[in-house]
């Protein structure tokens, strides 16, 4: 059987352990609750195992065999090769017959027949092959079966006898089956949930979205099988609208209840009705062994307990558990939760929810608590006792209905309780309500969209019809238009919804929507190269606007904050993230502080602060993935942060799904973001045509927007990349472009640095070293001054490579040293790799022996070495992508530094020398962007 790859994502460690322990002999025994992924784990062993010819006996019982005496040691029989049954002496050869019949002990031949037929039959198939013995599913083997495999690996079958088991998490009584077949040593292997960035890199796999897939995480425990079930059962729409949990699903999650004991189940089931469950509750609520309980159901994996509180896993048991147990049995528990409740809040919501009932007086009291609740900041818990008003609202309060379904819908949305947000949202549209209310729903509809404003163009034109005349609806409707031009890359669009916003925001008397819509304003001004975004940034810093915490990223502080950080003010731009930090820590809606996190996150890479780049760009992922935000933005400054102190292959991985993810939900100014990322990763990885087309893309997708080489500083990549394919006319028209555009921004003084080393690579690879010598030591310089030391020593590094070029090695080592000794103090693990691998090619050669010492450049080594294994010219130009003008045009060059002047003398003059390998400086690699 082949594995299905797609079931081994994230499993590659835990297979290298099994092949790691079955090597050593003995045996292997996997535990793992149902659909975490030990089936595909076996798959691929055994597949592993049967390419290297070993003999793989497969057992897989299912549930309804396990009353059937001998069912599992009769399948197993049946897959023995007949070489090996043949040679087993006579008694054991009837009991073999006896047992592939299935017949009773009674009739089987002698007892000793019956338990030495398996231990002697494994000996007989190792002498023929390595065995390995693969038990899946052992909770559903026969006790019969279960008792001669166990026998059998008691009698030390030999190193050529191997096995494999698995079987779902022991039970109450901790019993572990599998252990018990497998043959000394053994080891023992939890199966875990697979990570976030794996279980989403599998369901992309599946063809489902990256931000569908960052929410069926948490939703699923990390459960693959339920992942996938839920994925499939998700319906179009929303990115906040649930999925319904569909019957699979809900069948393997009631077989993790029903193998519970029924004291286990009654303690889980009030946790899961419980608002937030605690071992305290637990036990005020009645259970009085409830932390026994716990225990036991921690122990099968039901929950995690932290502390005191109580976690399902996944959070859909606790739902199946509240909808099995019936309403009758649902209220008796809410009766109990409610006589133990500590606090009003709890005590209502419990009393509310013992009836379904509408009731004027507990949807008064409802609603009061909620206002009390939203008073002293727990949103959560008010958003949900406002949308209880509701639904226990008779007709005679039908006008507070809708006041409560609106205060529900905007108090969710702040609080990070999105499908709440929804559900009271969209009651507001389904009721008869006023415009107000109605605009006011769709805002918050709106905000659920995140990313994918540019999809709500229906939403759009109903609120602006209803908004009316009325600036105060107005205003709010249209910075939203505002943003979605702005996410969709339309600066047109977006600076002329800004002026509209503007002037409703005036006209209502709302410096927080002005502030806001200037912020975005000044932004787009920003990116198309206009001086006067810092006038409109001034005058929305000027506005007495609301500090909102689930705003802040859109407001005027933290966009200073992030053109301090586009302009090189590290030291600045950092004091006010910090700043901001405390505030967005508040935020329950998560954006805000995800968007803090990452700029901290490219601030520190710019600082060459590796560590706490890391850190902070993988905080941010985490928080976005809980708050089910689109993860391109986040997985753009994991790239980041990655390529400066982590792995190139980790950054190639998040930019790719941050190019999918950006592509997916319309957002063009993180698809730019993250294919500059992908394109650096590449280059420096050594695919240069790769990093090439990626960043060739963004350049053609830029041409219909930005136009600030400040904020997306790709130009030097773009030149250098191409000028390492030869391409040395366009290389140097984008660096030409490049400063063009940074003069018209009034010089860009913070660019010089970055345009002289990338033209200082161009220059090195087009055969003009001293020149390129000249530019990276004044980009050096540069970046020494602005206190950049990543940037710094690549400079230095692209020096010591002119300097090679010009067979100054003395001068190359200490270039080239000094920029090893920064990388290696700042910790930036990549780039220092690059530079010891530099640093081994400056010894002074006694010939010319590399590429470097005849003077030709990296694209005019791989020209050369074609032609001296005698490729033609068209052959050539395919491999490399390139014209056949092009080959010959740097097969000439290549003539002249080497003083040959044909191919014949060329290849004569080339052998016996090493590999022809490129530059030993790489690509350029412009700072992080905005």
Wanted: hydrophobic share 50%.
């Amino acid at each position: 059987m082949q594995p299905d790859e797609t079931a081994l994502f994230g499993r590659a460690s835990l297979l290298a352990a099994i092949a790691g322990r079955l090597a050593a002999g003995g045996g292997v025994a996997l535990h793992g609750p149902a659909g975490i992924g030990k089936t595909a784990l076996l798959d691929a062993v055994s597949a592993a195992a049967t390419a290297r010819g070993d003999l793989v006996l497969r057992l897989r019982p299912a549930r309804t065999e396990r009353a059937v005496p001998y069912a599992g040691v009769a399948d197993l029989v049946d897959q023995v090769p007949p070489p090996a049954a043949a040679a087993l002496p006579g008694a054991q050869r009837a009991a073999l017959a006896a047992l592939r019949q299935g017949v009773s002990s009674r009739t089987a031949g002698t007892v000793l027949a019956r338990r030495l037929v398996l231990p002697l039959l494994l000996a007989q198939c190792a002498r023929l092959a390595p065995v390995l013995l693969v038990l899946d599913d052992v909770q559903w083997l026969d006790a019969e079966s279960a008792e001669l495999i166990g026998f059998a690996m008691r009698r030390r079958p030999g190193p050529r006898v191997r096995v494999l088991a698995a079987q779902r998490l022991p039970d109450a009584a901790g019993r572990r089956r599998a252990v018990r077949l497998c043959p000394a040593p053994v080891s023992e292997l939890a199966v875990p949930p697979l990570s976030a960035d794996d279980l989403t890199a599998l369901l992309e796999a599946h063809g489902l979205p990256c931000r569908t897939a960052s929410r069926l995480h948490e939703a699923s425990g990390g459960n693959p099988f339920l992942a996938l079930a839920l994925g499939a059962a998700m319906p179009p729409g929303p990115a906040w609208r649930p999925a319904p949990l569909p019957e699979p699903a809900r069948a393997l999650l009631r077989e993790r209840v029903a193998a519970l004991p029924a004291e286990v189940a009654d303690t889980l089931l009030l946790a899961a009705l419980a608002t937030e469950p605690t071992a305290t509750v637990l036990i005020r609520a009645g259970r009085e062994d409830a932390e026994r309980e716990l225990r036991l159901a921690a122990a099968a994996g039901a929950v995690e307990l932290d502390g005191d509180a109580i976690r399902f896993v996944p959070p859909a048991l606790a739902q199946v558990l509240a909808e099995d147990a019936g309403a009758a049995r649902r209220a008796a528990v809410h009766g109990a939760l409610a006589a133990a409740a500590v606090g009003a809040t709890d005590a209502v919501r419990h009393r509310a929810l013992q009836s379904g009932r509408p009731d004027s007086e507990v949807a008064r009291a409802l609603a009061a608590e909620a206002q009390r609740a939203a008073s002293r900041g727990a949103g959560r818990s008010a958003a949900e006792l406002y949308l209880l008003a509701a639904d226990r609202c008779p007709h005679a309060l039908a006008a507070h209905r809708l006041d409560w379904l609106v205060a529900a819908a905007r108090t969710a949305a702040t609080a990070g309780a999105p499908a709440l947000a929804g559900r009271a949202a969209e009651a507001v549209l389904a009721a008869e309500a006023p415009p107000e209310h109605r605009v006011r729903a769709r805002l918050v509809l709106l905000d659920l969209a995140g990313q994918a404003l540019a999809d709500m163009g229906e939403m759009f034109a109903a609120a602006l019809v209803e908004a009316g005349d009325d600036p105060g609806l107005v205003g709010p409707v249209r910075l939203r238009l505002t943003w979605a031009a702005m996410v969709a890359g339309d600066l047109d669009a977006t600076i002329a919804e800004a002026g509209r916003t503007v002037t409703a925001a005036r006209l209502a008397g709302d410096p927080t929507t002005e502030a806001m819509v200037l912020s975005t304003l000044a932004q787009a001004q920003r990116l198309r190269g206009e001086p006067e975004w810092t006038r409109t940034l001034q005058r929305a810093l000027a506005l007495p606007a609301d500090q909102v915490p689930g705003w802040l990223h859109l407001g005027p502080r933290y966009l200073a904050a992030r053109f301090a950080m586009v302009d090189d003010r590290l030291d600045e731009a950092r004091a006010d993230l910090l700043r901001l930090l405390a505030v967005a820590e508040q935020d329950r809606t998560g954006e805000a502080l995800v968007e803090v996190l990452r700029s901290l996150s490219e601030v520190a890479t710019r600082a060459a602060r590796c560590r706490d780049a890391l850190r902070y760009a993988h905080r941010a992922v985490a928080c976005a993935q809980r708050a089910g935000l689109s993860p391109g933005p986040t997985w753009y400054t994991a790239a980041v942060a990655e390529l400066a102190g982590g792995s190139l292959a980790a950054a190639a991985g998040f930019a790719r799904r941050g190019v999918r993810a950006s592509e997916q939900e319309g957002d063009s100014i993180y698809l730019l973001r993250n294919l500059h990322a992908l394109g650096q990763a590449e280059l420096r990885a050594g695919n240069t045509r790769a990093g090439v087309d990626a960043l060739r893309r963004l350049r053609d997708l830029e041409s219909v927007g930005a136009t600030d080489p400040m904020i997306v500083r790709w130009h030097g990549d773009l030149a250098g990349g191409l000028a390492a394919l030869g391409e040395h006319a366009e290389a140097a028209a984008t660096l030409a472009e490049a400063r063009a555009a940074a003069y018209r921004l009034a010089g860009a003084p913070g660019m010089a640095g970055y345009l002289d080393r990338a033209t200082a690579v161009v220059l090195s690879e087009s055969g003009q070293a001293d020149s390129a010598v000249v530019l990276s030591a004044a980009a050096a310089r540069h970046f020494e001054q602005l206190r950049q030391p990543i940037e710094q020593a690549h400079a230095l590094l692209v020096q010591g490579g002119a300097e090679r070029r010009r067979r100054r090695y003395a001068a190359a080592r200490v270039a080239i040293g000094a920029a090893l000794t920064i990388f290696l103090q700042v910790e930036a693990k990549p780039w220092a790799e690059q530079t010891e691998r530099a640093m081994a090619g400056t010894s002074t050669p006694l010939t010319g022996t590399t590429p470097a010492d005849l003077g030709l450049t990296s694209m005019e080594a791989r020209v050369a070495a074609m032609v001296r294994d005698g490729a033609s010219n068209r052959e050539i130009a395919t491999r490399l992508f390139l014209s056949v003008k092009t080959v010959e045009a740097t097969l000439t060059r290549v003539y002249r530094k080497v003083g040959v002047r044909s191919r014949t003398q060329l290849t004569s003059r080339l052998t016996g020398l090493g590999p022809m390998t490129g530059a030993v400086a790489g690509p350029v690699r412009p700072a992080v962007d905005a």
